[in-house]
């Protein structure tokens, strides 16, 4: 039923999917989105950031060829939302992620071979720029890496580029402490926490959450890897990149200080379009169905434990 609805990239599923989101974005941020003024603007700012998310993930996937002519990535995507709500509630988290994507963008496009140079730096700069709100943000440039074996082995200036870029954001952040501040760098700069305690998760809702999160990824990236030779030659980095950043996020998620579920957003543009490559070529509807019902039964029985 709901993956007949989005086997076509229709404007209508994306409306769909952004009514959906804004439903939830407003059920989680209910207490603070009819405060005061400036909290209530603090909190559209934050519907605001999650609203393009989806547009973006649906513009990325579009652009780059990365799944047939469906919306099964921007579907998933609202979904995820629904597991973990909690992702709308951090301003912080929704910007790193925001500037992460932009970044991802960039890297996913050298298919073309076009303005390397450019790409490389601009995805570094985003990067860097994602770690000033979320320092283990940092962990992502290992995908600039990733990027830089499959695309430019044999020019060492495309090595250099991506360390400029990372050095533009930190030249920009002494350059403002030191008008605002007076000082070149505050420890405020990079809250460099991490935390290995998941006694979070320890709650029937957490559990059921997290084992329908990981059996999807697990079960659907291992069929994403077998998958890769069997795409086109020229999109293939692009895969393993977008495999790879789910593996970064999910390393992320763990030594996360705060696990309160919002640690996950990381997670869920790689895995959209994971799942998407995983849903449009499974013959079975009833499979299909099964895999997008988990992700909608999950957060309502979680609601009742």
């Known amino acids: 039923m709901i993956t007949s609805i989005f086997n076509k990239s229709k404007p209508i599923n ?9 439903l939830l974005f407003v059920i989680t941020n209910y207490n603070v989105l009819f405060s005061e003024l400036n909290t209530s603007l ?141 000082v070149y760098l505050k420890p405020a700069n990079f809250k460099r926490y991490a935390s290995l305690d998941f006694t979070a998760y320890d709650s029937k809702a957490h559990i059921l959450k997290l084992t329908v999160l990981f059996t999807s990824y697990v079960w659907t990236l291992v069929y994403f890897f077998k998958s890769i030779p069997d795409k086109n030659k020229k999109l293939k980095p692009s895969y393993f990149l977008i495999a790879w950043a789910s593996i970064i996020a999910i390393l992320v998620a763990i030594i996360a200080p705060t696990k309160n579920g919002s640690e996950f957003l990381f997670l869920f543009a790689p895995f959209s379009i994971i799942m998407a490559n995983y849903i449009e070529v499974i013959s079975e509807r009833w499979f299909k169905e099964v895999f997008v019902a988990l992700l909608v039964i999950a957060p309502i029985v979680g609601l009742l434990l």
Do not use: C
Not at 14 to 22: E, L, P, R, T
């Open 14 to 22: 994306f409306i769909i999917i952004a009514v959906y989101v804004s």
């Open 42 to 182: 603090a909190t559209l700012f934050k519907w605001g950031i999650t609203l393009f998310l989806v547009f973006l993930i649906d513009f990325i996937v579009s652009k780059n060829n990365l799944t047939q002519r469906n919306s099964y990535a921007i579907m998933t995507f609202g979904l995820l939302f629904g597991l973990f709500p909690e992702a709308m509630t951090r301003t912080d988290i929704l910007l790193a992620n925001l500037f992460l994507i932009f970044a991802l963008r960039r890297l996913i496009s050298l298919h073309s071979n076009l303005h390397i140079k450019k790409k490389l730096f601009d995805a570094a700069f985003w990067i860097a720029l994602a770690t000033l709100f979320y320092f283990w943000a940092i962990l992502f440039f290992a995908l600039v890496i990733v990027a830089l074996i499959y695309h430019s082995q044999n020019d060492f200036k495309n090595v250099i580029v991506p360390f400029i870029g990372a050095a533009t954001v930190i030249l920009l952040l002494l350059v403002y402490n030191i008008i605002m501040d007076d």
